[in-house]
């Protein structure tokens, strides 16, 4: 069965520090391209973070230079390493493909990311 389950998130100060992690099964990670999204409350999901097959990454400007996006392949697990974190980087994080379409995995439930004082 593919499944994509996302964990790690909290609630954390700004300039803080959170690893989110992404496990699949049914699927071989490292053989797929895989993405990091996020949706704030009353906003649309948006990509922040990808890496291809070839470990090639790209990131949104908002994280550039904050956050890593990293793949261990015997753990079949995508991770999402987010440092300096801000207020506005609070939303439900979750993982997938880069382009979603009708054949790629269904969504997670998500992690819950919280920046606060």
């Known amino acids: 069965q593919v499944q994509l389950v996302e964990s790690g998130g909290g609630l954390v100060q700004p300039g803080g520090s959170l690893r989110l992690s992404c496990v699949a099964s049914g699927f071989i990670v490292r053989l797929n391209a895989m993405a990091w999204y996020r949706q704030a409350p009353g906003k649309e999901r948006e990509r922040v973070a990808s890496?291809?097959?070839?470990?090639?990454?790209t990131y949104v400007d908002s994280v550039k230079g904050r956050f890593t996006i990293s793949r261990d392949n015997a753990k079949n697990t995508v991770y999402l390493q987010m440092n300096s974190l801000k207020p506005e980087d609070t939303a439900i994080y979750y993982c997938n493909f880069p382009v979603v379409v009708g054949s790629s995995p269904r969504w997670g439930q998500g992690t819950q990311v919280t920046v606060s004082s």
């Open positions: 890496i291809s097959s070839g470990s090639y990454t």
